[in-house]
């Protein structure tokens, strides 16, 4: 009897911030062309009192998230006590929430940061994203395999410096 051991990439989670939803777009168009049906992608953003245009309107990010992905699948809005009004797409929706005691823990004070903290993201790393989301930008989480995300990385990294 022959056993093929088959060998797979570790897995890892990149993240990355936005300054704006177009940003995210471009980028979300690209990862796309990869084809890939083993990333898992995550949008995070604030919403702002102050300015909720026709970008920042919640039913036209949803619809926004629909086209790119082609699914409504993983798109929550919540109030967090430390950010404010957050929307979070993708995978990580579930997670945010998830209830604990009857509260969603994207809701609670530390919840996202515990969350991205249990995707293996180190701490000093996650504080700094949480309070970049804080001030407006937008976090792109993707999760996959290492050799699948340092391609996709190397390619973000060229088309920031030429479009973003």
């Given at each position: ?19 704006d939803?177009?940003?995210?777009e471009i ?5 796309k ?7 898992q992608?995550s949008?995070i ?6 300015k ?30 430390e ?16 209830e ?14 515990g ?12 504080t700094?994203?949480?309070?970049i ?5 937008y976090?792109l ?5 290492e ?18």
């Open positions: 009897m022959n056993f093929k051991i088959q060998k797979t990439s570790p897995k890892r989670v990149l993240l990355k911030s936005y300054i939803f177009q940003s995210i980028v979300l168009k690209i990862i062309e990869y084809k890939n049906k083993n990333l992608i949008v953003g604030k919403f702002h009192q102050k909720l245009n026709n970008v920042e309107n919640p039913v036209t990010l949803e619809n926004r998230y629909k086209k790119l992905f082609e699914s409504s699948e993983g798109f929550e809005i919540l109030s967090n006590p950010i404010g009004t957050i929307f979070i797409t993708g995978f990580l929706g579930a997670l945010f929430s998830e604990v005691e009857l509260k969603k823990i994207g809701s609670m004070p530390t919840g996202p940061f969350i991205l903290r249990g995707l293996g993201i180190d701490k000093e790393k996650v700094h994203f949480i309070n989301l804080n001030k407006g930008n976090l989480v993707i999760r996959g395999n050799n699948e995300l340092t391609s996709i990385e190397d390619h973000l990294n060229i088309l920031e410096k030429v479009y973003i």
